[in-house]
Nanobody, 127 residues
Framework: QVTLVESGGGSVQSGGSLRLSCTAS????????VGWFRQAPGKEREGVAR????????LYADSVKGRFTVSQDNAKHTVYLQMNSLKPEDTAMYYCAAVMWRGTVVPALNPAEYKYWGQGAQVTVSS
């Protein structure tokens, strides 16, 4: 069982920045992928970014490319989402999720591919 705890949400004006953190209890086997997702009221949950714990390989949704950066500190079992140039449409509850992958095709940004989920952190961007 893996426990994920997010922190760092808040309110910011358009153009501002926030950094979310996701700290994991432990990953028991490799390869492990950690993703960031968001869900706005009345909308489906969508993938934002994903990182490979072993290789640092990252993947981003088109809507956040060039503005968001996912990174990690392996010693702290923590994955970060740095969000710059925030827009009102980025307002959502943000979740981190993890999966210790056993498939042949690596997971991308589909929420159904991830097994463990954090409790969420609210991000609100005002215009």
């Amino acid at each position: 069982q893996v426990t994920l705890v997010e922190s760092g949400g808040g309110s910011v004006q358009s153009g501002g920045s926030l950094r979310l953190s996701c700290t994991a209890s432990a990953f028991t086997y490799a390869p492990t992928y950690v993703g960031w997702f968001r869900q706005a009221p009345g909308k489906e949950r969508e993938g934002v970014a994903r990182i490979s714990v072993e290789s640092d390989g990252a993947l981003y949704a088109d809507s956040v490319k060039g503005r968001f950066t996912v990174s990690q500190d392996n010693a702290k079992h923590t994955v970060y989402l740095q969000m710059n140039s925030l827009k009102p449409e980025d307002t959502a509850m943000y979740y981190c999720a993890a999966v210790m992958w056993r498939g042949t095709v690596v997971p991308a940004l589909n929420p159904a591919e991830y097994k463990y989920w954090g409790q969420g952190a609210q991000v609100t961007v005002s215009s």
